[in-house]
């Protein structure tokens, strides 16, 4: 693979961007190396600035389920940027994506739509917080749930990967209002409840973890936090902003059988543009301002292009629901054929899968939270990510992420990955 366009390109944005990027993740200082530049991307492949052509297992950390440039959601998209992009004024297709996604999605009956995963959580939070009356909330070490201010205390992705758990900029009185607990660990939630009784307002989760590579909720874990919630009167929230639309049509709620009483989404839910969203029953949505007294708002929240892209690509999923049986067929087939692979090359690995999101881990010790997590092999990691990336695979660029199939993605793409896993271990040195 040839990269001099994007080390060029590269070059040129680092002097007018943070770190040439604007998002961390996506600067490659987990693996090393030069970040490739994207030039256009379609169903399954990404084209980069040099020509080289990759198989995508990130689509866009998840939004691009149906593919890139999927023809219903960019003809959605021009039709209506042909009548205006953006009015500051209600609209009717914020009703109809509404409508819809409440009748995909368990437990909700109302939905503010925001423009990031970030905002969705943050106001989650802050809606839990007005609904209780307090103020303390248990997140879990790694999990991620964007980059506000309450959940930047032992975050996962970006924040893990640059071994900064704890953000400066943070402050003590913030981050005393955030309780940790390790993923799976039922127990320490139960401890916190009894340590913490009546200030705990919620549980913020991400109930299939993919900011830790992916980790599953072990049996009984997320029931057992819906008790303790509704023991001491907390507000379980579902961060749902990678495993909604992408799990089931009704995400990790109906996959999991465990109900939320707030449930955040992102990624699909926009269709590859900026929008995030939080849910809820009536009871609890109402407190929203302007209804209720707990204030969010935003200029591009609802926009029109947004929802066109949303409501194109959740139509389809609601519409095509085989897709997810075809995606974790998919994502097992590629499971079967990376682990025969590390099978018969005697290397220590995990590999953790649930639906569509998957992660390889190069550990003895079963990956099941944080702790167990960053006892990844990472210098093997590097070396895995860039023989895969020089062969036309593009991964995560960090172990603390899932990779996240779509639907564009073929079976001989799949036997291509598995070929390509097989070249760089026989080549590892
Ligand atoms: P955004 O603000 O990035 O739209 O969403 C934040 C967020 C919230 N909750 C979960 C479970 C998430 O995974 C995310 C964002 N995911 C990362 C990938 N691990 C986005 C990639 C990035 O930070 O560039």
Redesign the pocket.
């Known amino acids: 693979m040839r990269y001099q366009r994007s080390s060029a390109l590269f070059s040129k944005a680092q002097q007018v961007l943070p770190g040439g990027v604007n998002?961390p993740?996506?600067a490659f200082q987990a693996v090393g190396g030069t970040p490739i530049f994207v030039n256009q991307a379609k169903g399954a492949y990404l084209f980069d600035e040099d020509g080289n052509r990759y198989i995508d297992y990130i689509a866009s950390?998840g939004p691009m389920i149906l593919g890139h440039a999927h023809p219903p959601v960019i003809e959605a998209i021009i039709g209506k940027a042909q009548k205006g992009t953006s009015f500051g004024m209600p609209t009717e297709i914020e009703t109809t994506i509404a409508e819809l996604v409440v009748s995909m999605v368990p437990n909700i009956d109302k939905i503010r739509f925001v423009n990031?995963?970030?905002?969705a959580?943050m106001s989650a939070i802050r809606l839990a917080r007005g609904f209780t009356g307090r103020e303390k909330i248990i997140k879990f070490a790694g999990c991620?749930?964007?980059?506000s201010d309450a959940f930047l205390i032992q975050a996962g992705?970006?924040a893990v990967t640059f071994g900064s758990p704890n953000s400066p900029g943070v402050t003590q009185g913030t981050a005393k209002d955030t309780l940790l607990a390790s993923y799976n660990n039922l127990q320490q939630v139960a401890q916190l409840f009894e340590a913490n009784t009546h200030e705990i307002a919620s549980v913020i989760i991400?109930p299939v973890a993919?900011?830790m590579g992916c980790i599953p909720p072990q049996e009984g874990f997320l029931q057992g936090l819906r008790d303790l919630c509704d023991q001491h009167g907390a507000m379980l929230v579902f961060?749902e902003?990678?495993t909604g639309f992408r799990l089931a049509r009704g995400g990790a709620q109906e996959l999991l059988g465990v109900g939320a009483d707030i449930v955040t989404f992102?990624?699909v839910i926009g269709g590859g543009l900026p929008v995030?969203a939080f849910a809820a029953r009536t009871e609890i949505m109402d407190h929203l301002a302007p209804t209720g007294k707990v204030y969010q708002a935003g200029t591009l929240s609802g926009n029109p292009l947004a929802m066109a892209a949303g409501l194109a690509m959740l139509t389809e999923l609601n519409n095509r629901p085989e897709i997810f049986d075809s995606l974790n067929q998919k994502t097992a087939y590629l499971h079967q054929g990376m682990e025969s692979v590390l099978k018969k090359e005697g290397i220590p690995y995990q590999i953790n899968r649930v639906g569509s999101m998957i992660s390889l881990h190069f550990s003895e010790t079963p990956v099941t939270d944080f702790d167990s997590a960053v006892l990844g092999n990472n210098d093997q990691f590097k070396s895995y990510f860039h023989g895969m990336l020089d062969q036309g695979i593009y991964l995560p660029p960090s172990a603390f992420?899932s990779y996240f199939l779509n639907d564009a993605i073929s079976y001989a793409d799949l036997d291509t990955t598995i070929e390509a896993l097989k070249k760089v271990l026989k080549n590892r040195g």
């Open positions: 998002s993740v996506r950390w990031s995963g970030t905002e959580c991620y749930h964007g980059h992705s970006g991400e993919g900011n961060d902003v990678m992102g990624k995030g992420e």
